[in-house]
T-cell receptor
């Protein structure tokens, strides 16, 4: 149980285009979803936290107009990287949690974004 | 906010040896401390976690200890095997008033176990 999927697993796009990444909780309802970015050989950096039906809470330094997060249902959250640039190339990982009192987060397999 | 430091950044051991990775945290209100193993290009996998009301937890070859007073916690792997080679991350979480509980990750330790 507690499986989180991400799609696509890899994406290559041209500079200036937008890319949408989906994160789904397959066998549970995710009340909270998190989006992380991980550069090579670095740690996971939280970008934003979202609760279903609410606006996402962005971490300091993360542009909300550039990284659009939608958490429209209890099983789906999307991250859209708008007007992508080469410096946005990274490994994007989502995680999901059910229930406000639960500690454990379940991570998706990640999406490797390469912006040319 | 919370700050988590992790040492060492790299650790090389021989198969069968023990490995210890240490983390310190800054926020005394943090109450949950998980450890993740991440293989190259893969998702982080939870391997063990500990809550602030417990000082030690063990699961087969893996153990975690927590010193709340000193604000540090450690991962201990005994009888290491080549398949233990990966990057290990510690993390800390504080329950926030808004209910948005977020994990703060350490910088990671690359463990290499040589046969």
């Amino acid at each position: 149980g507690a499986v989180v999927s991400q799609h696509p697993s890899r994406v290559i796009c041209k500079s200036g285009t937008s890319v949408k990444i989906e994160c789904r909780s397959l066998d549970f309802q995710a009340t909270t979803m998190f989006w992380y970015r991980q550069f090579p050989k670095q740690s996971l950096m939280l970008m934003a936290t979202s609760n279903e039906g609410s606006k996402a809470t962005y971490e300091q330094g993360v542009e909300k107009d550039k990284f659009l997060i939608n958490h429209a249902s209890l099983t789906l959250s999307t991250l859209t990287v708008t007007s992508a640039h080469p410096e946005d190339s990274s490994f994007y990982i989502c995680s999901a949690r059910y229930g406000a009192s639960n500690n454990e987060q379940f991570f998706g397999p990640g999406t490797r974004l390469t912006v040319l | 906010g919370e700050n988590v430091e992790q040492h060492p950044s790299t650790l090389s051991v021989q198969e069968g040896d023990s490995a210890v990775i240490k983390c310190t945290y800054s926020d005394s209100a943090s109450n949950y401390f998980p450890w993740y193993k991440q293989e190259l290009g893969k998702r982080p996998q939870l391997i063990i976690d500990i809550r602030s009301n417990v000082g030690e937890k063990k699961d087969q070859r893996i153990a975690v200890t927590l010193n709340k007073t000193a604000k540090h916690f450690s991962l201990h792997i005994t009888e290491t095997q080549p398949e233990d080679s990966a990057v290990y991350f510690c993390a800390a979480k504080r329950a926030q008033n808004t209910g948005f509980q977020k994990l703060v990750f350490g910088t990671g330790t690359r463990l290499l176990v040589s046969p």
